[in-house]
């Protein structure tokens, strides 16, 4: 399969680039993880390379569902072709047919040759539900998309189906109660015992288990598991601005953007929240913690910002305001360009002058730096440079957004949980 030539451009040459091409350039270069650096044989996302040396064939289930989104916009730019995406698509399922389940779920990892799972930890060596849902979001977006007759696409559609409705949502209720649970392992049972609560990344995970055709769970569930953990309202203010959900300060920025990649925030509420709003005021209050800097951290400023989960100096952590030792990670901000658009701008400008090569490599910009420790990553993750490519497309066109909430079960899980949008056509009289 051919590759996708790199961008020789040099940063300084980019950043003088019109927004409309330098964001362009952005998301093709990115997408390259996906399409030139993933799994030879399977065609996954990998779950992180280096900038040098060999990958080690672990493969990212939740990655690898945002690396069909980044797919989808691949075809749609076209610097691939439908062909050669619905031929990735199916090499794709081939290993996730192949690989074990658990109730329908997958591992966080799997072995990209074999299919095999690779444990997290001595407990977590089966079944991870928020992975799966990341995956199935994709998977589901593939299927609205590839909508042609032909024998492919009917194909990769069908595949898609079966994947989905194996998953037993319910299962992760622990026998039916209030809440999912994030694990689940044949050897250990429960042990995580992780239950999903507290606003965060996984209201996506929550909505897909009440969409769900078969094995879906009942909306109580979302409304006295998700909705009612701690952490969940918070109604305080910070730098200025008020909270309406989540952790203090808001925690990682990842938790903007994961879940909608697929669902369009704008207009998006239920009772709880207004979700562009609330989302926009999370970019704002972590933008304005990195402005006002209270730690002296270097290079810090209105032109670089952005906190979210990823790699740093000391190994790999969940910055967030509370939790800031002073690294940056690009994904924070960039794929933030939906909610702050001039003033993500303004630091993609930034990183290409400023950092250069430093940061802009092979796979689009690197996992975090941290002037403060004088370090700059080598590294490059699914789970963060998918977000750059989606949410930069969803900000141009909306595309994933309009694939995703247009898939049938996805609407009618929405109404199950009371939520209002504007994709949602009126109920048949």
Known sequence: MSQLPKDDRDPEALAALPDDALIDAV????????????DAVSGMALDRRTACGPPDGKVAIGGSGFGIMALIVAVERGWVTREAALERLRRMQDILFRATRYHGAFAHFIDGTSGAT?????EDDAADLVETSFLVMGLLCARQYFS?????????????DTLWRDVEWDWFTRGGRDVLYWHWSPNNGWAMNHEVRGWNECLITYLLAVAAPRHATRPEVYHRGFAAGQGFVNSRSY???ELPLGMPYGGPLFFTHYSFLGLDPHGLKDRYADYWDLNCRHVQINRAHCIANPHGHKGYGESCWGLTASDDPDGYLAHAPDTDNGTLSPTAALASLPYAPAEVMKVLRHLLSVHGERVWKDYGFVDAFSERHGWFAQTFLAIDQGPIVVMMENHRTGLLWKLFMSVPEVQVGLRALDFSSPHLASPAS
């Open 27 to 38: 998301q093709r270069q990115t997408f390259r993880y996906f399409w030139d650096g993933a």
């Open 118 to 122: 690779i444990p997290m930890s001595r």
């Open 148 to 160: 042609e007759d032909t024998a492919e696409a009917r194909r990769v559609r069908g595949d898609i």
């Open 239 to 241: 730098h200025g601005i």
